[in-house]
């Protein structure tokens, strides 16, 4: 493990790991005050390799792996604008991985296969009553609910427990010192109460005067927040199923044919129609089970008197899916579920209850209701459905030769879209403009129909394309360009525009005046109730409480420096201005002290070492760049980006 910490090399590696560190973090700090331009390291990388350190690279396609596996649950997935953005900041993270096992290495830090052992054991839904779930359960666990290989998740796991270590020797020396302790408690109890203003821009929309020639010259500064985006129309052809049904014929040979070749797919296994009730053990000591144990007992004892299962398992059973069901689990086939579930429930008849049965994640009650043994389904019992899907399958062929004698037709003759339309029985429709990334009058959404929209020239179709209507064949019918309206066209938008852009600066200079007017001896109520404004109070509040559900106790951190009947300057407040008054301050309760010192001192211990851990990281990546170890292709993630954005448009 710690091959470079053992006897004499102790003492020599915790200097050399002291002294480089501290020499690492004051490059740090400047790095981190003034960043270092990174450039494009890439000289005589490919274009698809967005970073290479050593034998270690970074494809474009890898990237976007991680992109999609980091972002799969999330609905920020399906923005591409998102992605691109994220794109540099996921690198940066893979390659961090990579510079801080290396850097472990190097400096002789290892992961023994008995600490990876360990950590497996330590991991959540691996054990059970404090046992290893065993390799087969840990396998499927692993592949079905990490979505990975066992070999990819002790690789990730080990590189975990690697820069854990790493972090604890760098940071190992980062204390608290009792005085910051103490300013940190200080902080976050010490409240104070204010007197306040507020300034909303929409009650001065009214003073707002607005001439041609100011409305003229605010229109010419402001006219990209008026241009008006490429509006595209599109002449289509929609062929449904309706169009081709009446040529679909299915003879009874051809349903036949179809049974005699698709034999398997009637088979039915042997399946058992079950309600189970379940009590948890997974995590629970030999006491715990026990006593679970008893009341599982207890349920069973009540059924075999006669109560009644379903209104049973809707009190008792902590099966999530089937409890609000009374139970019911529906039909299952062997290996559907564990083998002492099943063992049961197929030996079990009809109308049966079983005993208590222990599986490796809690006790289980079932009751069969009926079962089915294996069997093929006969032809008359399944020839309704066979004739849907030849039915469906003639449709969708022939409406995809439609298709393509249209498109093919169109394509070549495009002047004459409508007359080849009607010469093959399609109506010709034509949709309202559309902007890039709105949906198209009468189709609807279609990332890939809105794509080709905005790629075709005028009068051009394009190949078909298949919609939940149908298949879909366009052609561009007109094609605005982007362009800045005149003012006419936009007068009333820019109007309500610099009113309330106007209204903004009447706000704050009206707070201004009012700070200004306090600060010079007025009373502060007084003041304000002459120009017609309500003073509100605030309750106590801390730094970190909302005031009012205005504004954080953060953004007014005035109120905390300034002495008692002060006035601040103006403090934006959401859409707001406002003008306080200190009213109190209330010192940081002294008896409370000891009850919080601990959680303060960890707190405060923890954020300093993700600090200087932070600044390690990225000192480490920084010199590896600049001794050329490690490679950055900046024109690649450029293309990268481009591709993300190049998909939302």
């Given at each position: 493990?710690?091959?470079f910490?053992?006897?004499k ?6 200097k050399?790991?002291l ?6 973090v004051s ?9 270092l331009?990174q450039g494009d390291t ?5 274009s698809?390799?967005l970073a290479?350190?050593g ?9 976007q ?5 980091r972002?799969?649950?999330s609905?920020?997935?399906?923005n ?5 953005q994220f ?7 893979m ?5 801080v096992a290396q850097?472990?290495?190097r400096?002789g830090?290892e992961v023994s296969?008995s600490e ?7 991991y959540p ?5 404090g046992?290893?779930?065993?390799m ?13 290989s ?10 975990g427990?690697?820069?854990d270590?790493l ?6 020396a980062v ?13 976050r109890n010490?409240?104070?109460k204010?007197?306040?203003v ?5 009650d001065f929309?009214?003073d707002?005067?607005?001439?041609p020639?100011e409305l003229d ?8 927040r008026y ?5 595209r129309s599109?002449r289509?052809v929609?062929i449904?199923m309706d169009?081709v049904?009446?040529?679909v014929k299915i003879?009874?040979d051809e349903?036949?044919?179809?049974y005699?070749?698709?034999l ?8 058992v ?7 948890k ?9 026990a006593?679970?144990?008893q009341s599982a ?19 008792n ?7 609000s069901?009374?139970g ?6 062997h290996?559907?579920?564990v083998?002492?579930?099943e063992?049961?429930?197929?030996s ?10 222990t599986?490796p ?8 209701f ?18 849907n ?6 449709i969708?062929?022939?409406m995809?030769?439609l298709?393509d004698?249209f498109?093919?037709?169109a ?9 080849i339309?009607t010469r ?10 559309f902007?890039?990334n709105?949906?198209?009058p009468?189709l609807g959404i ?5 794509t080709l ?8 179709v394009g ?7 149908g298949?879909?064949?366009v ?25 309330a852009?106007?209204s ?8 201004k005046?009012?700070a200004?007017k ?10 304000a109730?002459?120009?017609g404004?309500t003073v509100k109070e605030s309750?106590d509040?801390?730094?970190q409480e ?7 106790g953060?953004e007014?951190s ?5 002495n ?7 403090v934006t ?10 009213v109190?301050?209330?010192p ?9 010192k601990?959680?303060i001192?960890?707190?405060l ?7 200087v851990?932070e ?17 950055i ?6 293309a990268?980006q481009?591709s ?6």
């Amino acid at each position: 493990m710690y091959r470079f910490f053992r006897g004499k090399n102790r003492q020599k590696t915790m200097k050399y790991l002291l002294i480089f560190f501290l020499g690492i973090v004051s490059v740090g700090m400047v790095v981190t005050l003034a960043p270092l331009p990174q450039g494009d390291t890439s000289t005589n990388m490919n274009s698809n390799v967005l970073a290479s350190m050593g034998d270690y690279q970074v494809t474009t396609q890898d990237l976007q792996r991680q992109i999609s596996q980091r972002f799969a649950q999330s609905p920020l997935g399906n923005n591409p604008q998102l992605m691109a953005q994220f794109a540099p900041n996921v690198l940066d993270a893979m390659l961090q991985d990579q510079i801080v096992a290396q850097e472990a290495r190097r400096v002789g830090l290892e992961v023994s296969d008995s600490e990876l052992a360990q950590a497996i054991r330590s991991y959540p839904g691996l054990s059970q009553n404090g046992q290893f779930v065993g390799m087969d359960q840990y396998q499927a666990i692993v592949q079905q609910a990490m979505n990975m290989s066992v070999q990819q998740f002790e690789a990730q796991l080990r590189q975990g427990l690697i820069s854990d270590k790493l972090r604890d020797v760098v940071t190992d020396a980062v204390q608290v010192s009792p005085a910051e302790v103490h300013q940190e408690f200080v902080q976050r109890n010490e409240k104070a109460k204010i007197q306040y203003v507020l300034f909303n821009p929409t009650d001065f929309t009214k003073d707002v005067e607005v001439t041609p020639s100011e409305l003229d010259a605010y229109f010419a500064t402001n006219k990209d927040r008026y241009k008006q985006p490429e509006e595209r129309s599109l002449r289509y052809v929609l062929i449904d199923m309706d169009h081709v049904r009446s040529t679909v014929k299915i003879s009874d040979d051809e349903m036949q044919n179809y049974y005699n070749q698709h034999l398997n797919d009637y088979r039915v296994p042997d399946e058992v129609k079950m309600s189970q009730i379940l009590f948890k053990t997974s995590g629970k000591t030999p006491d715990e089970v026990a006593k679970i144990r008893q009341s599982a007992q207890d349920v069973l004892n009540q059924i075999q008197k006669g109560g009644d299962f379903a209104d049973l398992a809707k009190k008792n059973s902590e099966d999530t899916n089937s409890a609000s069901k009374g139970g019911d689990v529906g039909w299952i086939q062997h290996g559907q579920t564990v083998q002492e579930v099943e063992n049961t429930a197929f030996s079990l008849p009809p109308g049966q209850t079983s005993g208590l049965i222990t599986t490796p994640y809690g006790i289980v009650i079932l009751k069969v209701f009926d079962k089915q043994t294996a069997h093929v389904q006969s032809f008359d019992s399944v020839k309704a459905s066979i004739s849907n899907i030849l039915e469906k399958d003639k449709i969708d062929s022939a409406m995809a030769q439609l298709a393509d004698q249209f498109t093919q037709a169109a394509k070549a003759d495009p002047q004459h879209f409508e007359a080849i339309a009607t010469r093959l029985g399609l109506n010709v429709q034509t949709t309202g403009l559309f902007k890039p990334n709105a949906p198209i009058p009468d189709l609807g959404i279609s990332p890939g129909l809105q794509t080709l929209a905005f790629q075709l020239q005028t009068n051009q179709v394009g190949d078909p394309l298949t919609l939940p209507k149908g298949i879909v064949i366009v052609q561009l019918a007109d094609d605005v360009p982007a362009h800045t309206p005149k003012l006419d066209d936009v007068r009333t938008q820019v109007e309500q525009d610099y009113r309330a852009d106007q209204s903004k600066v009447i706000a704050e200079e009206k707070a201004k005046d009012f700070a200004d007017k306090v600060k010079n001896g007025g009373d502060f109520k007084k003041l304000a109730q002459s120009m017609g404004l309500t003073v509100k109070e605030s309750k106590d509040f801390a730094r970190q409480e909302t005031v009012d559900n205005l504004i954080s106790g953060t953004e007014l951190s005035e109120a905390f420096t300034l002495n008692p009947g002060q006035t601040s300057g103006v403090v934006t407040a959401g859409a707001n201005k406002m003008v306080f008054q200190v009213v109190s301050h209330t010192p940081a309760d002294e008896s409370t002290f000891a009850a919080q010192k601990a959680q303060i001192e960890q707190q405060l211990l923890d954020q300093k070492k993700s600090f200087v851990w932070e600044i390690y990281r990225q000192t480490l990546k920084q010199r590896l760049i600049k001794e050329g170890k490690l490679k950055i292709n900046d024109s690649a993630m450029k293309a990268l980006q481009a591709s993300y954005t190049n998909e939302s448009s």
